[in-house]
């Protein structure tokens, strides 16, 4: 069947409700995933608070039942308890698990629909299959098995059982953070009208703590902001109360699986998080991604640590956390993963406790963070350019690289292990092309505004060379 590859992304599946995820599309997901999964193999859906996902949850199972695989309804949950469903025995989530139960008494995949920080009419899914992400190649595998594959007609078959992972979460956190009890400091919680507030109040609750919280109720068409708390705008009534109150605030996007974390003083951002977290670790192995600031590598091999660099992209992340046995993960965009005493993937209500654990241990995060080295960062800034132009281009820059102009800011090293980040006498430049949208994604970081201001010039006149030299030779 015809289907649009646009929506089978490198992490995920994403597009607009009822245009690219339709009904017939939907069910061939769930079909032809269905059966790379496997004949009567357990597999659960959870879904986020757009109005339009139990729509697709529906269409989904329609899917997956007609390939043969036993489906199980989770509701409307945060995507970190849609992966906390994986490693848990299903009896701990229903009284008929010796209906539907396999041999080993655990699920095999589990399916999470959302559409996490994009806007209102857009979502997706999240796949875990056998306890690991399922994406790149076996996403683009599965578009193929689509398009050259007969896809039969798939009648109406919504999940016949329901399974309660949220409350099992919710009763896992309260036992594992019991010793937060009633801790004092005042606590503010921005939850933006997405899934975090279907666990949060009631874990705040359960253990006796300080908190206020703003927006929430659940609600897909997201009333009051965008949930996306890497974009600052968003943060204004968060930091409203902080300024009032003052204490700890924190903030999610639309599906849980990204946190910020605010006091007064700073907006703290995900490479920063991994660097308080890690005091707490020993001799942690701390894994980031390229978009990282030299500041968090370069503190923790000076506190003994294993920092590693690696690719952006939260599935890339939990694939290397496993190889390596890694402690500790995080994208600056506020992806946290625990293996340290956790289960190794992306979950915003844990890491919203393991720092108020720092914070109850007394540790004074504005002066952590305000003993850091003093760099300037910039945010990341977008190159707009096509789907079949941004890999070539990023190559374009990597060959240019070897013999650059003559007033080329000196080259230390470069690391392709995600694009191109190139490391100068006093800082760094990164070039990549987004695995997700038509663009390049470039940062710049230094001593000073003016430094990095500097390589984002002379790495923006590369990057032009290279778009003239890729269309002058398409051209020809």
Same mark, same amino acid.
């Given at each position: 069947?015809?289907?649009?590859?646009?929506?089978?992304?490198?992490?995920?599946?994403?597009?607009?409700?009822?245009?690219?995820?339709?009904?017939?599309?939907?069910?061939?997901?769930?079909?032809?995933?269905?059966?790379?999964?496997?004949?009567?193999?357990?597999?659960?859906?959870?879904?986020? &608070?757009? *109005?339009?996902? @139990?729509?697709?949850? #529906?269409? %989904? $199972?329609?899917?997956?039942?007609?390939?043969? =695989?036993?489906?199980?309804?989770?509701?409307?949950?945060?995507?970190?308890?849609?992966?906390?469903?994986?490693?848990?025995?299903?009896?701990?989530?229903?009284?008929?698990?010796?209906?539907?139960?396999?041999?080993?008494?655990?699920?095999?995949?589990?399916?999470?629909?959302?559409?996490?920080?994009?806007?209102?009419?857009?979502?997706?899914?999240?796949?875990?299959?056998?306890?690991?992400?399922?994406?790149?190649?076996?996403?683009?595998?599965?578009?193929?098995?689509?398009?050259?594959?007969?896809?039969?007609?798939?009648?109406?078959?919504?999940?016949?059982?329901?399974?309660?992972?949220?409350?099992?979460?919710?009763?896992?956190?309260?036992?594992?953070?019991?010793?937060?009890?009633?801790?004092?400091?005042?606590?503010?919680?921005?939850?933006?009208?997405?899934? &975090?507030? *279907?666990?949060? @109040?009631?874990?705040? #609750?359960? %253990? $006796?703590?300080?908190?206020?919280?703003?927006? =929430?109720?659940?609600?897909?068409?997201?009333?009051?902001?965008?949930?996306?708390?890497?974009?600052?705008?968003?943060?204004?009534?968060?930091?409203?109360?902080?300024?009032?109150?003052?204490?700890?605030?924190?903030?999610?996007?639309?599906?849980?699986?990204?946190?910020?974390?605010?006091?007064?003083?700073?907006?703290?951002?995900?490479?920063?998080?991994?660097?308080?977290?890690?005091?707490?670790?020993?001799?942690?192995?701390?894994?980031?991604?390229?978009?990282?600031?030299?500041?968090?590598?370069?503190?923790?091999?000076?506190?003994?640590?294993?920092?590693?660099?690696?690719?952006?992209?939260?599935?890339?992340?939990?694939?290397?956390?496993?190889?390596?046995?890694?402690?500790?993960?995080?994208?600056?965009?506020?992806?946290?993963?625990?293996?340290?005493?956790?289960?190794?993937?992306?979950?915003?209500?844990?890491?919203?406790?393991?720092?108020?654990?720092?914070?109850?241990?007394?540790?004074?995060?504005?002066?952590?963070?305000?003993?850091?080295?003093?760099?300037?960062?910039?945010?990341?800034?977008?190159?707009?350019?096509?789907?079949?132009?941004?890999?070539?281009?990023?190559?374009?820059?990597?060959?240019?690289?070897?013999?650059?102009?003559?007033?080329?800011?000196?080259?230390?090293?470069?690391?392709?292990?995600?694009?191109?980040?190139?490391?100068?006498?006093?800082?760094?430049?990164?070039?990549?092309?987004?695995?997700?949208?038509?663009?390049?994604?470039?940062?710049?970081?230094?001593?000073?505004?003016?430094?990095?201001?500097?390589?984002?010039?002379?790495?923006?006149?590369?990057?032009?060379?290279?778009?003239?030299?890729?269309?002058?030779?398409?051209?020809?």
């Amino acid at each position: 069947m015809i289907i649009n590859r646009s929506i089978f992304r490198e992490y995920d599946i994403r597009g607009i409700f009822d245009k690219e995820l339709n009904e017939t599309s939907v069910k061939a997901i769930g079909y032809h995933l269905g059966i790379t999964i496997g004949k009567n193999k357990l597999v659960a859906i959870g879904y986020d &608070a757009r *109005t339009h996902s @139990p729509i697709l949850r #529906d269409w %989904l $199972a329609s899917g997956l039942y007609a390939a043969g =695989c036993v489906v199980l309804d989770m509701g409307m949950v945060a995507t970190p308890v849609n992966y906390f469903a994986n490693y848990r025995p299903l009896s701990h989530f229903t009284q008929e698990a010796e209906k539907i139960i396999d041999k080993n008494g655990m699920i095999d995949a589990s399916i999470m629909i959302t559409g996490s920080h994009n806007p209102p009419e857009y979502n997706g899914f999240k796949i875990t299959v056998g306890r690991s992400p399922f994406f790149g190649e076996a996403i683009y595998a599965l578009a193929d098995r689509i398009e050259t594959e007969e896809t039969p007609k798939i009648p109406d078959h919504p999940p016949a059982h329901t399974i309660d992972v949220k409350n099992a979460y919710i009763a896992y956190m309260t036992k594992a953070f019991a010793h937060l009890k009633g801790m004092p400091i005042s606590i503010t919680v921005d939850c933006g009208n997405g899934v &975090a507030g *279907t666990v949060l @109040p009631q874990i705040f #609750d359960a %253990l $006796a703590l300080k908190w206020e919280g703003l927006y =929430c109720e659940p609600d897909g068409t997201f009333p009051n902001h965008h949930p996306d708390p890497s974009v600052e705008a968003n943060l204004t009534d968060l930091k409203r109360v902080l300024e009032e109150k003052g204490g700890i605030g924190f903030a999610y996007d639309g599906d849980a699986d990204r946190i910020a974390v605010l006091t007064r003083k700073h907006n703290i951002k995900g490479d920063q998080l991994a660097l308080l977290y890690a005091k707490k670790i020993d001799n942690p192995i701390v894994i980031g991604e390229v978009k990282c600031s030299q500041t968090m590598y370069d503190e923790l091999e000076k506190r003994g640590a294993k920092a590693v660099m690696y690719k952006t992209g939260h599935s890339n992340l939990k694939v290397k956390m496993k190889e390596l046995d890694a402690d500790l993960a995080c994208e600056v965009s506020g992806h946290i993963f625990f293996k340290h005493r956790y289960f190794g993937y992306d979950d915003a209500i844990y890491a919203t406790l393991r720092m108020l654990e720092l914070v109850h241990e007394g540790i004074d995060i504005d002066a952590e963070i305000d003993a850091l080295p003093s760099v300037f960062t910039t945010e990341e800034i977008k190159i707009e350019t096509t789907e079949e132009e941004k890999f070539p281009l990023v190559d374009k820059v990597k060959a240019l690289l070897k013999n650059p102009p003559d007033d080329f800011p000196s080259i230390v090293a470069l690391n392709e292990v995600d694009g191109v980040r190139i490391t100068f006498e006093k800082g760094w430049a990164l070039v990549r092309a987004s695995n997700t949208t038509p663009v390049i994604v470039t940062r710049f970081e230094s001593v000073d505004r003016d430094t990095a201001y500097h390589y984002q010039k002379k790495v923006g006149a590369l990057i032009t060379q290279a778009q003239a030299i890729l269309r002058g030779e398409n051209h020809a």
